[in-house]
């Protein structure tokens, strides 16, 4: 009986173990996110969270449910397999209080559809993808110990920064870096990459923002552009951090830098300053559109003056000025930016930027001119065929001085309207001293001209650029309005002298003809004003269907006072030269309206529409109080197509029709006795065709991508130039041409690969030009054709090396084709790039950056041209968390860097030696600090 019990008991404790142990299980059902089909038979597995052992598996019921019981508790792991889907992995847990883990409907991704990636909930992946966001974790990638943004974003799968600073993602040019959502510095990407510490990141996310009308509309128009946004660390939004850089080198060549940031919960304020000689000024060439470039005035050699717009010195994309005479520059920028109101609904983004820069050198040109026989007329003796050869020896000194300021207001006024309001300013003071010793020949022995000639002038500018922006979205999805007003204010006043000495000789002797001496005084005021008002509205049809209309109004005005004076018998220049001077106003109105239509799926977009806009100006010459008006109506066509094969791969094809006016100063210009006015120009147009196509797959980091642009424009404006063979003087106007129409091609290729651990790049881009000119009556054609490849090989290893090499051959065709002569300038060419970076033991780290270049002779240019310029670094970290850096750096080891260029287009051929920075060697310190979050950046 005894036995009896204690069996029964035996059996009783075993079942209530065993009906404990079943009490604890998971269940769910397995299906396609896409298309809802349940997935039968798939593998599931529950795996323990500590060592990923295998517990139990089972397979998926034909209605793609599936369940496992008898589990104990513990922490666990439940992974779902199915063949061509991504794995889905989850953590979970059973307990007491939790017995049973219920995970619902399950959707499984293709891997076509998320390239291989594997979703991991509930822990840190090193790769996100979220809708079209990819993101990536920075603390799952390594990098040294106070490394910058560009270092982390060179260990991150897709992303290539090259030594410049440019940054490509995807195969696609990445132009917005932000930082938490916002600008940066007036979005300059490399004031982001190369300032903010990369211990500070906490996420890196590479998106395609949404053009301003789609974000507002909810409209997607297939207008992307490639941003990246970086999400500091929240432990990191409080403190500061800055670095200071100073450095010697021999003949005279020195460099300073200095940054300080300093972060207080949603508050940001950075403030940084540069001071070198060795090209480097602190500013990117990003912000020139934002702020307003400036207008340069030039004199010619008649003593005419002409205004042409120009890339301020100021800035080029890697800060760097463009590599002639010998600069000094002193910029330096701060910038704030806040959130505040409840839910942070208003926002304030600042930016101040001041900068001079001064380049002093040599620049010597020769100008070959090809003119073609010219037949005899009825008034005139038939021109034989000839050359001109024009040599100019100038020395300048120039110099800028510039301030910009610009802001941004936002407020969210509700969860369905916003208001922005943004402007900025600039003040620039520019001052340009040349001298010129030029000369002309004819056929390269007879002697036509010889000039000496000064230039003083300096110039004053001023811009204001104002804007309000509100929109509105209604309830029904895709309905929205718009209104944006905008005004912008240009003035520049410019004063100058022009002392010139020009001889001219006899074309048949060389003999002493006549010598003309000019001594002018010369000042210009031009105001310009323009007021725009832009309203747009959309409207659903359906859930694919849209329409986007405009309707937009602008007044222009601008005036233009130059003069020139002789000096009077006092030695005052209080002569006014009539034939040299011009004032006049110049008024244009213009109404434009728009309608486009947008239709679109799941993964097709499509855009077609046109605007039209009627442009009335009225030109009033002050001076001889007359008035000129003219009246056109521009065209806009415009459609494009977007197909998504899949959330990385894409197909876009495009066009749009544009209309370009003549320019005022084409039409009726500054008097000057080189350049004629045309007031019979007709407008031209321009028709632009662009296939795009690009795939992308995450873990692999294999990327494939194509670009190309076709584009040809009707009734074209060139330049009509006449040759004097006697005296070597040009005359040229603007002409329409009506017989043939320009066109210009390019493509650009490439495709990435990374094999173990080795990324391969390998490329193709070519473009091909053809153009047109007169010259002394006859048509010049010029064709220009350039293809090049492209292979590259990188590969980084943390605390050991870094690598990167890449080579460009290429064949260049040009081709001008004149009445009675072709002249060739084919030739091979080739590019390499590379740099190193070995890590040594004792925080040593030795470094090179190698750029080479090569042009084989031509039938235009005799010889072989190449360089190589070859940098190098040698450097030693000191301090727990290696803020500290001693650093020995050689520019230009084998003294290669020769300024030297050589062109041949529409019918002469140019060659250009100028003074460049060369070989110097330079010692430096610099020192990385912060106190983040409490404390500095634990070593690593």
């Keep these: 009986m005894k036995f009896t019990i204690t069996l029964l008991l035996a059996l009783f404790l075993c079942s209530f173990s065993s009906f404990s142990q079943s009490m604890y299980g998971v269940k769910g059902a397995v299906s396609d996110s896409a298309s809802a089909s349940k997935l039968a038979n798939t593998t599931i597995c529950v795996l323990n969270a500590k060592d990923s052992t295998l517990v139990k598996f089972t397979r998926a019921e034909a209605n793609g449910h599936f369940a496992i019981n008898n589990l104990s508790k513990g922490k666990f792991l439940l992974m779902v397999t199915y063949p061509d889907y991504a794995d889905y992995v989850e953590f979970f847990t059973l307990d007491s209080v939790k017995r049973e883990k219920d995970f619902g409907k399950l959707n499984m991704q293709l891997k076509s559809r998320l390239l291989h990636e594997i979703m991991v909930k509930g822990t840190k992946a090193a790769i996100k993808i979220k809708g079209d966001t990819t993101e990536f974790n920075a603390s799952s990638f390594v990098v040294q110990p106070n490394a910058k943004v560009e270092d982390l974003l060179k260990q991150l799968p897709g992303i290539q920064v090259d030594k410049d600073g440019k940054i490509t993602a995807q195969g696609q040019t990445v132009n917005k870096v932000l930082v938490d959502g916002e600008e940066f510095f007036g979005d300059d990407p490399t004031l982001v990459t190369k300032n903010i510490r990369a211990d500070m990141v906490d996420k890196v996310q590479l998106y395609d923002k949404k053009s301003d009308q789609a974000s507002f509309t909810g409209i997607d128009d297939g207008?992307?552009?490639?941003?990246?946004?970086?999400?500091?660390?929240?432990?990191?939004?409080?403190?500061?951090?800055?670095?200071?850089?100073?450095?010697?080198?021999?003949?005279?060549?020195?460099?300073?830098?200095?940054?300080?940031?300093?972060?207080?919960?949603?508050?940001?304020?950075?403030?940084?300053?540069?001071?070198?000689?060795?090209?480097?000024?602190?500013?990117?060439?990003?912000d020139a559109a934002k702020y307003g470039g400036g207008n340069d005035m030039q004199m010619t050699d008649d003593g005419g003056i002409y205004f042409q717009s120009s890339r301020d010195d100021l800035e080029?994309?890697?800060?760097?000025?463009?590599?002639?005479?010998?600069?000094?520059?002193?910029?330096?920028?701060?910038?704030?930016?806040?959130?505040?109101?409840?839910?942070?609904?208003?926002?304030?983004?600042?930016?101040?930027?001041?900068?001079?820069?001064?380049?002093?050198?040599?620049?010597?040109?020769?100008?070959?001119?090809?003119?073609?026989?010219?037949?005899?007329?009825?008034?005139?003796?038939?021109?034989?065929?000839?050359?001109?050869?024009?040599?100019?020896?100038?020395?300048?000194?120039?110099?800028?001085?510039?301030?910009?300021?610009?802001?941004?207001?936002?407020?969210?006024?509700?969860?369905?309207?916003?208001?922005?309001?943004?402007?900025?300013?600039?003040?620039?003071?520019?001052?340009?001293?040349?001298?010129?010793?030029?000369?002309?020949?004819r056929n390269f022995d007879t002697l036509l001209n010889k000039s000496n000639r000064t230039i003083n002038n300096n110039l004053d500018g001023r811009v204001l650029n104002a804007s309000v922006f509100y929109n509105k979205k209604f309830m029904k999805k895709g309905r929205s309005f718009s209104w944006n007003v905008a005004e912008a204010y240009n003035d520049n006043t410019t004063a100058g002298y022009l002392n010139q000495s020009t001889e001219f000789h006899n074309y048949k002797t060389g003999a002493l003809d006549s010598t003309q001496v000019t001594d002018q005084y010369k000042t210009g005021k031009t105001i310009g004003s323009n007021l725009t008002s832009n309203i747009t509205y959309s409207e659903p049809f359906s859930k694919t269907l849209s329409l986007i209309m405009n309707y937009g109004t602008g007044y222009n005005r601008s005036t233009s006072d130059r003069k020139s004076f002789n000096k009077g018998v006092t030695g005052v220049y209080n002569k006014i030269v009539d034939s040299l001077s011009n004032d006049y106003e110049?008024?244009?109105?213009?109404?434009?309206?728009?309608?486009?239509?947008?239709?679109?799926?799941?993964?097709?977009?499509?855009?077609?529409?046109?605007?039209?806009?009627?442009?009335?100006?009225?030109?009033?010459?002050?001076?001889?109080?007359?008035?000129?008006?003219?009246?056109?109506?521009?065209?806009?066509?415009?459609?494009?197509y977007q197909y998504k094969f899949s959330q990385y791969r894409s197909f876009y094809a495009g066009y749009t029709g544009s209309t370009t006016q003549p320019t005022i100063d084409q039409i009726?210009?500054?008097?000057?006795?080189?350049?004629l006015g045309n007031p019979d120009l007709k407008p031209s147009f321009r028709n632009n065709f662009e296939l795009r196509y690009n795939s992308y797959k995450v873990l692999s980091g294999q990327s494939v991508y194509f670009n190309a642009s076709y584009s040809v424009t009707n009734n074209p404006i060139v330049n009509n130039s006449f040759i004097d063979t006697k005296t070597g003087r040009t005359v040229s106007e603007a002409s329409n041409l009506t017989t043939k129409s320009p066109f210009s091609f390019y493509f650009y290729s490439g495709y990435n690969q990374k094999i173990k651990n080795i990324n391969y790049s390998v490329g193709l881009n070519g473009d091909a030009n053809q153009t047109y000119n007169y010259s002394?009556?006859?048509?010049?054609?010029?064709?220009?054709?350039?293809?090049?490849?492209?292979?590259?090989?990188?590969?980084?290893?943390e605390k050991k090396f870094d690598v990167y090499f890449s080579v460009?051959?290429?064949?260049?065709?040009?081709?001008?084709?004149?009445?009675?002569?072709?002249?060739?300038?084919?030739?091979?060419?080739?590019?390499?790039?590379?740099?190193?970076?070995?890590?040594?033991?004792?925080?040593?780290?030795?470094s090179y950056d190698a750029d080479y270049e090569y042009r084989a002779k031509t039938a235009s240019f005799d010889d072989d041209f190449s360089k190589l310029i070859f940098n190098s670094t040698l450097s030693k970290k000191f301090l727990k968390d290696e803020g500290l850096k001693l650093s020995l750096t050689v520019n230009d080891l084998f003294n290669q860097n020769v300024g030297f260029s050589r062109t041949a287009n529409g019918g002469y051929i140019s060659q250009n030696t100028y003074t460049s920075i060369k070989r110097y060697f330079m010692f430096s310190i610099s020192y990385d600090f912060s106190h983040m979050g409490g404390g500095a950046p634990a070593a690593k």
């Design 223 to 286: 207008v992307k552009n490639k941003t990246i946004n970086i999400k500091l660390k929240e432990d990191k939004k409080n403190g500061y951090f800055g670095k200071v850089d100073v450095g010697a080198g021999t003949d005279k060549f020195y460099q300073g830098q200095g940054a300080f940031n300093i972060f207080k919960a949603k508050q940001k304020l950075s403030v940084y300053g540069t001071i070198a000689n060795t090209g480097k000024t602190g500013l990117g060439w990003d």
């Design 316 to 441: 080029s994309y890697d800060g760097n000025y463009d590599g002639k005479g010998i600069p000094v520059a002193r910029t330096g920028g701060a910038h704030y930016d806040t959130k505040f109101g409840g839910g942070d609904k208003e926002s304030i983004n600042a930016n101040y930027k001041i900068g001079y820069l001064s380049v002093n050198g040599i620049n010597n040109s020769i100008i070959q001119n090809n003119i073609p026989f010219t037949p005899a007329t009825s008034t005139t003796a038939a021109i034989p065929a000839s050359i001109l050869n024009n040599t100019s020896d100038q020395t300048y000194n120039n110099s800028i001085f510039r301030q910009k300021f610009n802001t941004t207001y936002q407020w969210k006024i509700d969860s369905l309207s916003n208001l922005k309001v943004s402007a900025d300013g600039t003040l620039k003071h520019s001052e340009a001293h040349s001298n010129y010793l030029s000369a002309g020949y």
């Design 586 to 640: 110049f008024n244009q109105f213009s109404n434009q309206v728009g309608a486009v239509f947008n239709y679109r799926t799941n993964k097709t977009v499509l855009n077609f529409g046109s605007k039209a806009t009627n442009v009335q100006f009225d030109q009033i010459n002050q001076l001889t109080n007359t008035n000129f008006k003219r009246t056109f109506l521009n065209w806009n066509p415009q459609a494009n």
């Design 668 to 675: 009726q210009p500054v008097a000057n006795n080189n350049v």
């Design 776 to 797: 002394n009556g006859f048509l010049n054609t010029t064709k220009s054709y350039n293809y090049a490849s492209r292979f590259g090989v990188s590969r980084y290893i």
């Design 808 to 846: 460009n051959p290429g064949y260049s065709i040009s081709q001008t084709t004149s009445e009675n002569s072709t002249i060739n300038n084919n030739g091979f060419k080739m590019t390499g790039y590379s740099y190193v970076n070995v890590y040594l033991p004792g925080k040593f780290q030795i």
